[in-house]
């Protein structure tokens, strides 16, 4: 087991703690968000890989993220309501952080350290998606044109690995 992973964390946009201890056993897809972003309809794509997959063990988590081109103008308070008004979005939610930079979220320092990109490991754009297996381990970076149904293969897989 991972236990780097599991001992990361987040917070809700309203400031209450997410231990990812809370995630172990549980297939886990990271993604950084932006409701204003032209990528954003992959929000139901998200939406339903976690209504088809979260009694089976997947956990989505979003991350909105501020940092490319101004495309998440909502604030803590407002994010969660515009993604299930706009989206339909019933997944958990962060508070905004940023990917890159000084101020890098801890997890996206941890992810794109174990999985660099293409082009390094420099997140690119809003809706860059990482999926770790149940013991933890990152298992892969998907680039952000990557539609959701795109990883459903591979979400299938880890999820039949229960060990």
Known sequence: MNKAFYQLGARTPQG??????Y????????VNTATKCGLAPQFEGLEDLHQQYKSEGLIVLGFPCDQFAGQEPETNETVEQVCKINHGVTFP????CDVNGKDTHPVFKYLKNKLGGFFGSRIKWNFTKFLIDRKGNPYKRYAPVKS???????????????T
Request: no cysteine; hydrophobic share 45%.
């Open 23 to 30: 995630f172990e056993g549980k297939v886990v897809l990271i």
């Open 148 to 162: 959701p149904a795109f990883l459903e293969k591979d979400i299938k897989k880890l999820l039949r690995h229960t």
């Open 16 to 21: 209450k703690p997410i231990p990812f201890a």
């Open 93 to 96: 939610l962060t508070e905004k």
